[in-house]
């Protein structure tokens, strides 16, 4: 595998200046062969290679020698908001050549013209499709498309969207893929028409293994068929203190929450026989302790693992915990981990050795069924073994019960390939969405221009032709398309929930309940947007079904479903509805926590995601001109982001004021804008002299 040093490049001073202030001396292998395949000269590529070999620079290479060269516009897909943080932190080097880097995620229902200043964007798909459906004029001067972790296009939730952007994309300009490994890497490039760089060089190698129990002990076969023994009576622990104590750091990842707290807390009590660095440990116990979005038994319970040097680590901790536990694992300060498989997904965090604890994981379709993960799962894992600088070689051992299992799971993990990545339009939801994409952001076409984007799906051609069939009937019939002579275009109706960027479905489920229901209460508004395919989904107890059913005193608008897998979507939107309506009635956030079982993560996702569907449902009913139901809507909407009771709302509306600050303020006769306007050294008695000057101005700025 070849090298170039980057003096060598064909490249403006400039750009090789910024490389070397970066430590860079070297391309390396998948850089190298990048740049021979015609990486400077725009061609098309599709990078696969291991994580952590360097595919982000090759983008940047790309992108910023195209600009300087062609000018126009860049634009850096990912799949996830906090590696768009991460790119854009990374792309603010290039500034320095006079380019500017712009960001854009989150809210769906704008088209970001401001970012027609910049030269480098970085977004998500998700962001990027909805910004194509909002016709973003500054989009059209974008030539150079990036497309990172492109082998989320196999993933369920996320996938339709890579496909359906990539599809665009490559009709647009440069194509650039980056992707894990997958096997079916030539399919892919010929389907962007791109050039294939698939490497496997990794920067450090990685020693891959299994470990199993041997007599009482734990033996460890590595792909090589060297072994070694560690000792203890659980695999992971005797793992994971066998690497701590030689200085390493470990990753341990299970397949649930409560798996992977349960573990960090048996870790934790083994310790004590670890020279750790205390005081900074406590230091780090102190920062947990003193963050303001997550609960107090949560904070409690990761304060007492931390200072042993261990954390859990998953979707239900509140963001500004995960940073604390990332960046302390990222000083070396914390010696565990133990994630499940989502901090694997994207965010670069390297460790000594990753142990799997398990292989198995609940299927999300079947309840009760468990599944082999995938390999290409694995591989993401087991990719996050060696810290390039620290370790000269990783390590990745699988956790099986037996030596018989151990051969099966040495085949599968081991020895073969990942599977080939494929097209997840196959579903109703996902191509109707698609087909609403196209026409909402390439405009009106005829059935047979339809046809031709949809015979650029990934889907096979038969299949694809039967969504297309169904899906035009039904989005004709459900008033989202309507034809005029031989033209589909999107209807009144159809463009506006094309700009909410809500699910065709959940605007058809929303639509009927309300034209059907007279005025309700508010449980049955949340619950109705609950249930809706964008809705979040929590897991209810048996035990908390009767409780909440018993709770419920006003007839909701959707009548209960006969079918058990949708009574338990029922079920679970029920749940949700009551855990947003205690929010918005100011229950404490502990309280919520407690009583509902969820994290201060979940919390948030929850209040985000129903801030979006109660603005989309407000926008529904206002489009179907459903007055009563518009203003219980707007109403909801308005205190769900900062849970709030109907008096507080005005207050809300001054910046910095949230629903604390507002419900002090309310009970001093502080009661709107023009109150705090009024009465300013009352607010500054109450808020403190400075932020309570802040908000007089703010609020002043709010009235003029
Ligand atoms: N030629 C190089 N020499 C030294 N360090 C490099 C080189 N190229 C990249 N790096 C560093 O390696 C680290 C990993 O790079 P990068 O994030 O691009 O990996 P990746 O292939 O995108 O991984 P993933 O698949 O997880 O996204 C980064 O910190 C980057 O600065
Ligand atoms: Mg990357």
């Known amino acids: ?84 943080n991460e790119k854009y932190n990374t792309f603010k080097d290039w500034e320095s050549l006079g380019l500017k880097i712009g960001m854009s995620s989150g809210d769906y229902d704008t088209d970001d013209s401001w970012l027609e200043n910049y030269d480098i964007i970085v977004t998500t798909y998700e962001k990027l499709d909805s910004l194509w459906r909002h016709k973003a004029k500054w989009l059209n001067d974008v030539s150079y498309f990036v497309l990172d972790e492109f082998h989320y296009l196999n993933d369920p ?39 294939l760089v698939a490497t496997n060089w990794r920067p450090v190698p990685l020693k891959e293994g299994i470990i199993y129990p041997e007599k009482k002990d734990f033996i460890i076969v590595y792909k090589d068929n060297s072994t070694r023994k560690v000792y203890g009576d659980d695999p992971i622990i005797a793992y994971t203190i066998d690497i701590v104590s030689k200085g390493g750091q470990v990753l341990v990842f ?23 660095e205390d005081k900074k440990l406590l230091d780090i116990g102190r920062e947990i302790k003193e963050v303001d979005d997550a609960g107090t038994n949560e904070k409690e319970d990761l304060y007492n693992l931390i200072i042993k040097g261990v954390s859990y680590h998953h979707a239900g901790l509140s963001k500004k915990l995960r940073d604390i536990i990332e960046s302390s694992f990222r000083e070396r300060i914390l010696k565990v981990i133990v994630a499940t498989p989502t901090l694997a997904a994207g965010v670069n965090l ?4 990753v142990i799997i604890g398990d292989i198995y994981r609940y299927n999300r379709k079947v309840v009760g069924y468990m599944d082999l993960i995938p390999v290409m799962d694995y591989k993401q894992m087991s990719g996050r073994a060696g810290r390039p600088g620290f370790d000269e070689n990783g390590e990745a051992v699988i956790v099986v019960r037996s030596k018989r299992e151990a ?10 390939d990942v599977e080939p990545i494929e097209s997840k339009l196959g579903s109703e939801s996902a191509f109707y969405s698609f087909l ?166 979940d919390l948030r996702a929850i209040i985000d995601t129903m ?17 009563d139901h518009k203003e219980v809507l707007e109403e909801l909407h308005m205190r769900v982001k900062d849970g709030i009771k109907p008096e507080l709302i005005e207050l809300v509306k001054v910046p910095g004021i949230g629903r604390a600050r507002a419900r002090l303020l309310y009970q001093h006769d502080i009661k709107r804008p023009e109150d705090i306007v009024m009465n300013p050294e009352k607010v500054k008695r109450l808020l403190g002299p400075n932020l309570g000057e802040k908000i007089v101005r703010e609020a002043a700025r709010i009235i003029a």
């Open 436 to 601: 609403i994409s196209i026409i909402a952001s390439e405009g009106e076409k005829t059935e047979r221009e339809l046809l031709e984007y949809v015979k650029e799906t990934l889907l096979p051609k038969e299949l694809a032709k039967k969504y297309f069939k169904s899906g035009l009937n039904w989005l004709l019939d459900h008033d989202i398309f309507i034809k005029i002579e031989d033209k589909i275009k999107l209807s009144r109706f159809g463009s506006r929930i094309s700009d909410l960027y809500i699910n065709p479905f959940t605007a058809v489920t929303i639509r009927e309940a309300l034209e059907k229901s007279e005025k309700s209460c508010e449980i049955a508004y949340l619950h109705l947007l609950a249930y809706t395919p964008d809705g979040p989904t929590i897991s209810v107890s048996k035990s908390e079904e009767e409780a909440l059913i018993d709770e419920l005193n006003c007839e909701l608008l959707v009548d209960e479903p006969e079918d058990e897998y949708e009574f338990s979507n029922y079920i679970s939107a029920l749940k949700v509805a009551f855990i947003v309506y205690d929010w918005i009635n100011e229950i404490d956030e502990d309280t919520i926590l407690g009583k509902y079982g969820i994290g201060s993560g």
């Open 407 to 416: 051969q099966k799971v040495f085949e599968r993990y081991l020895m073969s």
């Open 350 to 353: 390297p460790a000594r050795a």
């Open 611 to 627: 801030d979006w569907l109660t603005y989309s449902g407000f926008h529904v009913a206002s489009v179907l001109e459903l007055k």
């Open 254 to 276: 299970r397949s649930s929450r409560k798996l992977a707290e349960s573990t960090a807390r048996k870790i934790a009590q083994y310790m004590n026989f670890i020279k750790l």
């Open 1 to 84: 595998m070849e090298t170039i040093t980057v003096d060598k490049l064909p490249l403006d001073e400039k750009i090789i200046l910024i490389l070397k202030k970066r430590g860079i001396r070297t391309l390396n292998p998948p850089q190298a062969e990048a740049i021979k395949k015609g990486l400077l000269e725009g061609k098309r590529l599709l990078v696969t290679s291991p994580t952590a070999s360097g595919k982000t620079l090759i983008a940047e290479l790309g992108m910023v020698n195209y600009l300087l060269s062609k000018g126009g516009k860049a634009i850096y897909i990912t799949p996830l908001r906090a590696l768009t």
């Open 157 to 195: 939730e996320r996938g339709p969207t890579v496909e359906s952007v990539a599809i665009r994309a490559k009709r647009k300009g440069v194509v650039l893929g980056l992707s894990a490994t997958i096997s079916n890497g030539n399919e892919i490039a010929k389907w962007l028409n791109a050039e």
